[in-house]
């Protein structure tokens, strides 16, 4: 049994899936419905997604996709993307999600994970945190929704979020997003030596060896990918794809 | 045709389409009618004991499932709530349950050294077989995913099935003659759920 989570992270921009570059060019690489069919495939034991036009544009959730996701799903998975109220997270999950995903809205109301936590359980609520050095090279927590880093510590606000009953962390460099460079491990240290909750290492996985580097030497619970499981090939062909389950076995044991 | 039970109890649609997907002719409904033709049957059930109980008995399936599988013998399975409530009743709420198993479900509670587990039991967990069932045939290290606060007590050993561990052994899967029930999603456990549901689809 894999017992580190191996997790695509796919994000959804309207009806169709993309992958970004440091947050930024969406590329469209497919319908959602049907990476989640090739997923079903291949033994893939969690899926995130995230709707990154969501929390920008305030625009209201597309809850026909998330239904979608969720009957075509054979597998649990986190959804993330303009949640900031209890009405709209327990909708997500009638509609039949594991975990929603909370991210620019803890920062503006940190006390919204402990209501969240409360309501449905901290394995249910997620506390994504996306980040990016500032020109002085520091770790900033970057809002996606004002589309810049703000003043806060990334260690500080992730100690927050667990202590406000977040059941795990989703950690994202920016920098790394869609880079394939691997993961910064810096910062996944920094912040999984800081908090006892799982943090899902996210943010430029290129191949198998960067997963094991973030789980033995940066000590993530969790690793997620986006660009490696939706390319293939150094000229990043659209291909959906998950490595063969025994070896990773092999490499995280 | 195996007709999934539609009492408004969570969403059925991964249970539907898995079944589409592994080539088993089924359908979701709530029609008494469909109930009775179908040749096995499916109870989910997501969310709260004397709700899911309420939501059977308004629709009139209490009566009839007793009909379909205790006089008729159709085969049943319960997942995760629609397991429970094939028992006697539950910690979590004051309505009896259907009955068929003499079983009620707990609250999963820990022993001090062990607080740190969370409730609800969340995630992947290895499943153990500990008696020979056709539900399980051919599967091979068997894992899958669970969401639940409370766990199947059985006053008679011989209906349990499977155990997983989660702070101590619980029941995972239960049977007694045509009546199977499971804890944990199938519908969300892929390659395993797939086996599972075709055993139960060709097996049982």
């Given at each position: 049994m894999l017992q580190t989570r191996v997790i695509p992270c796919l994000l959804l921009q309207n009806q169709g899936l993309v992958k970004t570059v440091r947050f930024k060019n969406p590329t469209y690489v497919g319908d959602p419905i049907n990476a989640v069919k090739i997923f079903n495939?291949?033994?893939?034991d969690e899926l995130i997604f995230l709707d990154i036009t969501a929390s920008r544009t305030?625009?209201?959730?597309?809850l026909d996709v998330i239904r979608a996701i969720a009957s075509q799903c054979f597998m649990p998975f986190c959804y993330g993307g303009g949640v900031r109220d209890i009405e709209t997270a327990r909708q997500i999950f009638s509609l039949g999600a594991e975990k929603v995903a909370i991210n620019s809205f803890a920062l503006q109301q940190p006390q919204f994970i402990r209501e969240a936590a409360d309501l449905?359980?901290?394995?249910?609520?997620v506390a994504a945190i996306d980040v990016k050095k500032n020109l002085f090279g520091s770790y900033r927590v970057y809002d996606s929704s004002r589309g810049a880093t703000i003043d806060l510590d990334p260690v500080r606000h992730a100690i927050a979020m667990e202590q406000q009953g977040a059941g795990e962390i989703l950690l994202t460099s920016v920098d790394r997003?869609?880079?394939?460079?691997?993961?910064?491990l810096e910062l996944i240290r920094r912040v999984t030596s800081a908090v006892g909750i799982p943090v899902i290492a996210s943010g430029g996985?290129?191949?198998l060896q960067h997963f094991v580097a973030a789980v033995k030497?940066?000590?993530?619970s969790a690793v997620a990918a986006g660009s490696l499981f939706v390319f293939y090939g150094k000229h990043r062909a659209v291909l959906i794809n998950y490595p063969d389950v025994a070896e990773m076995e092999r490499l995280l044991a | 045709m195996i007709v999934i039970i539609d009492?408004?109890?969570?969403?059925?649609g991964s249970i539907q389409n898995m079944l589409a997907w592994i080539g088993v002719d089924a359908c979701v409904s709530a029609d008494p009618e469909v109930l009775s033709r179908a040749d096995k049957l499916i109870l989910p059930g997501v969310g709260a004991f004397d709700n899911g109980m309420r939501r059977l008995k308004e629709a009139g399936f209490v009566t009839l499932l007793n009909e379909l599988?205790?006089?008729?013998q159709k085969p049943l399975l319960g997942i995760c709530l629609g397991m429970q409530l094939?028992?006697?009743?539950?910690?979590?709420?004051l309505l009896p349950g259907?009955?068929?198993?003499?079983a009620a479900s707990h609250r999963f509670r820990f022993e001090t050294s062990l607080l740190?587990?969370?409730?609800?039991?969340m995630g992947w967990n290895s499943v153990e077989a500990v008696a020979q069932s056709p539900l399980f045939a051919?599967?091979?290290?068997p894992r899958f995913y669970f969401v639940h606060s409370y766990h199947l007590v059985c006053?008679?050993?011989?209906?349990?099935l499977a155990q997983a561990s989660y702070g101590f052994p619980f029941v995972a899967a239960v049977q007694r003659e045509n009546i199977f029930g499971v804890q944990f999603h199938p519908e969300k456990s892929h390659k395993f759920g797939m086996s599972l549901l075709r055993n139960f689809a060709e097996r049982c």
């Amino acid at each position: 049994m894999l017992q580190t989570r191996v997790i695509p992270c796919l994000l959804l921009q309207n009806q169709g899936l993309v992958k970004t570059v440091r947050f930024k060019n969406p590329t469209y690489v497919g319908d959602p419905i049907n990476a989640v069919k090739i997923f079903n495939d291949k033994e893939v034991d969690e899926l995130i997604f995230l709707d990154i036009t969501a929390s920008r544009t305030g625009q209201l959730l597309n809850l026909d996709v998330i239904r979608a996701i969720a009957s075509q799903c054979f597998m649990p998975f986190c959804y993330g993307g303009g949640v900031r109220d209890i009405e709209t997270a327990r909708q997500i999950f009638s509609l039949g999600a594991e975990k929603v995903a909370i991210n620019s809205f803890a920062l503006q109301q940190p006390q919204f994970i402990r209501e969240a936590a409360d309501l449905f359980g901290s394995q249910s609520i997620v506390a994504a945190i996306d980040v990016k050095k500032n020109l002085f090279g520091s770790y900033r927590v970057y809002d996606s929704s004002r589309g810049a880093t703000i003043d806060l510590d990334p260690v500080r606000h992730a100690i927050a979020m667990e202590q406000q009953g977040a059941g795990e962390i989703l950690l994202t460099s920016v920098d790394r997003d869609g880079t394939q460079q691997g993961y910064d491990l810096e910062l996944i240290r920094r912040v999984t030596s800081a908090v006892g909750i799982p943090v899902i290492a996210s943010g430029g996985a290129g191949n198998l060896q960067h997963f094991v580097a973030a789980v033995k030497e940066a000590k993530a619970s969790a690793v997620a990918a986006g660009s490696l499981f939706v390319f293939y090939g150094k000229h990043r062909a659209v291909l959906i794809n998950y490595p063969d389950v025994a070896e990773m076995e092999r490499l995280l044991a | 045709m195996i007709v999934i039970i539609d009492y408004g109890m969570g969403n059925v649609g991964s249970i539907q389409n898995m079944l589409a997907w592994i080539g088993v002719d089924a359908c979701v409904s709530a029609d008494p009618e469909v109930l009775s033709r179908a040749d096995k049957l499916i109870l989910p059930g997501v969310g709260a004991f004397d709700n899911g109980m309420r939501r059977l008995k308004e629709a009139g399936f209490v009566t009839l499932l007793n009909e379909l599988v205790i006089d008729q013998q159709k085969p049943l399975l319960g997942i995760c709530l629609g397991m429970q409530l094939l028992g006697t009743g539950s910690e979590e709420g004051l309505l009896p349950g259907l009955g068929w198993l003499d079983a009620a479900s707990h609250r999963f509670r820990f022993e001090t050294s062990l607080l740190t587990l969370k409730v609800p039991h969340m995630g992947w967990n290895s499943v153990e077989a500990v008696a020979q069932s056709p539900l399980f045939a051919a599967i091979d290290a068997p894992r899958f995913y669970f969401v639940h606060s409370y766990h199947l007590v059985c006053g008679c050993k011989a209906d349990v099935l499977a155990q997983a561990s989660y702070g101590f052994p619980f029941v995972a899967a239960v049977q007694r003659e045509n009546i199977f029930g499971v804890q944990f999603h199938p519908e969300k456990s892929h390659k395993f759920g797939m086996s599972l549901l075709r055993n139960f689809a060709e097996r049982c």
